[in-house]
């Protein structure tokens, strides 16, 4: 599962290789109880290899395992499915968010750099996304004499076209696979608990 | 932002087009409110161009498009953050993911098929990675002559050895950039409020 991201740092190697120091009963249940949370991981530590330091690695916890497999579940499972759901009308996810953001935006137009900042992508992936998508006839690129600054990417008409048109369907699937499925409390906890850790992130970007 | 996915959908335009019917009222409060949580989006809106017939779409709420915003925004930073810190050890997310996946499995190989299952990629997408991983010898593909469905990815010594010298500093990024921003009570809400979700994702696969 692609929820393991971070589960083969399971330090269930210490229980059974009996260089277990410290205050060893804590530790020991400590162990079995990652042992259990983490299932097919166990293969890892049944061999005995594992090789780097457990002393000084801060494994994750059961309950934080769980969130964290949560979470990659959740975004990985809904990101195939929007992109799924977005095929029919030849668009991709990404193709879909550089859509929105000129959309929001004055004049429909914005400087590769900063859709690249608005969308978290570096500015060789936003290039080759853009060319695919002015193949399309979805956006056009131009360049701005009186900036050094450089390119922009333009909405053209046909880009406008399809977003009205898509918009609509995509927030059905997004309600439908998503939002539907929490209550309203959940919402609004779920918007608490990612607020520090977006700021956070945004400060070292 | 690449966490407007959902918000070119606002239904301000109808406060402004005359067009509203039904509770008046009530209506124009919410496509208010709208407006005010979509922020930049109202672009669209007030050009008044949008063609959608917004009676039959149920966009989000403010609540509603600020958890999903949230989601997304937190999800994106923190994939491109974790994708920054395995540069050091030439892994992307994704060599990191499927080193995870072998290495917690009995005879440390899976099935193509499988490995695509677990972790929520296209058969074709996949096949691409494991070219890649392959040239960077973490690990191998077989064929069994026994078994008609086909080839195994394999974890080679060399793709072992990394996930074992990886796994703790991911786990180190995980933790720094996630887990231990959030309260266990949050952890906890979390994954309460993911897995409905991902048990309906996961059903329609």
Redesign the interface.
Known sequence: ??V??????ERSGRSGDGTTEGDGATEATEAAGVTEA?G?????SERG????DDE?????SP??Q???R??L??????E???DRELQPFGLS?ND??I???L????DRRMRMSDLAE????SRSRLSHQISRMESAGLVTRETCTDDRRGTFAVLTEHG??T???V??H???S??R???D??T?D?????????????K???G??
Chains 1, 2 share one sequence.
Do not use: C
């Open positions: 599962m692609t393991k991201q971070a589960s083969s740092g983490t097919a991981a166990g293969a890892v290899e594992r090789s780097v000084e690695v801060h494994w994750l309950i934080e769980r969130a964290w949560a979470h579940a959740a975004h990985k499972l809904l195939h499915r929007l996810l879909y968010e859509l929105v953001n959309s929001e935006i004055t608005a969308t978290i992508q406008w076209a977003i009205q048109k918009a609509p995509h927030v059905g997004v309600r696979h998503f939002i499925l929490l309203d959940q919402l609004v906890e779920l918007e608490t608990a990612y607020a520090p850790v977006v956070h992130l945004k070292i970007r």
